[in-house]
């Protein structure tokens, strides 16, 4: 008999903070799993950590490999899962311990669905910072595809820490894509969403989603342009006439956002480049009328007070990106 439950857990480099992710699972009142998790080359303590929850329950595998990053290691975890439902877990974050119990309940709510997640904590590792499903957003259920495609800033319903995923789903999606180590979540969505995805999820918080601190700027920068290289993917691969006039949408805001971040880069070092990045920015996304008005602001004249309107926008670009 297969197990109901495959946690996959990619890490790299997490050997202070592993033990604790793992301890998360071996908490869950859900019993029924085996864990995977993928040493992607750790040059710290991370494997030996890994082995001695190995040693200690035997539900948990250790499989090595070079690091090719966490699409790739994902992927090997999956060739060797036997669950139904695959649950994904990174090497950073917690479970809070009825979150398998919670998601399984859903599934049998909805018998249809194939991708359940959870509402999440932003987390510092000690104190939980914001809840990331506010209230007033809705929940995303059913068959949110159109959301999907276009859905940049927000594009997957919650950290895919959260996530459970009948096995049958990601086996015809085809898994992550390994040229993708930033946005492969939203990839591998949008994917799903050409084999009849249905999502089902709970408002609850069941999750912790670590936040490390960082340099914010080329984190974002990373983002978006992974974001632009997905639409694109994607929108030469759909199969839904109705999904395409959305695509060509979204990947035009995908790279708007993509020249107003380069143009929040440059501030400090180029800041002449700048209006240039705004003016790309609008043509890229005409609808956005604020754009325009910001680039007339940072090419206005010095002598008709240039300097203060310039200013106003680059506050607001550091503010935003």
Request: net charge positive; aromatic share 10%; glycine share 4%.
């Amino acid at each position: 008999m297969a197990t109901p439950v495959s946690i996959i857990i990619p890490a790299f480099n997490c050997g202070s903070v592993i033990a604790e992710t793992l301890e998360s699972v071996r908490s869950q009142t859900f019993k029924d799993f085996e864990a995977i998790v993928v040493d992607d080359g750790s040059t710290d303590g991370t494997a030996s950590v890994i082995r001695s929850f190995c040693e200690l329950d035997s539900r948990f595998c250790l499989i090595g490999q070079p690091n090719t990053g966490v699409s790739s290691a994902r992927n090997k975890a999956l060739s060797r899962a036997r669950g139904e439902w695959i649950a994904f877990l990174d090497g950073d974050d917690v479970w809070l311990p009825a979150k398998l119990d919670r998601q399984m309940e859903l599934s049998r709510q909805d018998p249809k669905a194939n991708y359940l997640f959870a509402n999440f904590y932003f987390w510092d590792g000690r104190n939980d910072l914001q809840i990331g499903l506010e209230q007033h957003r809705a929940l995303p259920e059913g068959d949110v595809s159109h959301d999907l495609v276009f859905n940049v800033s927000h594009a997957c319903p919650a950290s895919m820490s959260t996530a459970v995923v009948r096995r049958e789903m990601l086996l015809a999606a085809g898994a992550f894509d390994s040229q993708f180590s930033t946005s492969e979540d939203w990839d591998l969505l949008l994917r799903m969403a050409e084999h009849g995805l249905r999502v089902r999820g709970t408002r609850e918080p069941l999750v912790r989603y670590r936040r490390w601190k960082g340099n914010i700027t080329n984190q974002k920068l990373r983002i978006v342009e992974s974001n632009v290289r997905v639409l694109e993917k994607n929108a030469q691969m759909t199969r839904r006439p109705e999904l395409r006039p959305l695509y060509k949408r979204s990947l035009a805001l995908a790279q708007s956002e993509r020249e107003l971040v380069r143009a929040r880069a440059m501030i400090d070092a180029t800041p002449k480049q700048i209006p240039a990045a705004i003016w790309r920015a609008w043509q890229f996304y005409p609808r956005r009328l604020r754009w325009l008005l910001r680039f007339m602001l940072v090419a206005w004249p010095k002598s008709l007070g240039g300097d203060v309107t310039a200013h106003i926008v680059h506050r607001k670009l550091v503010q935003k990106f």
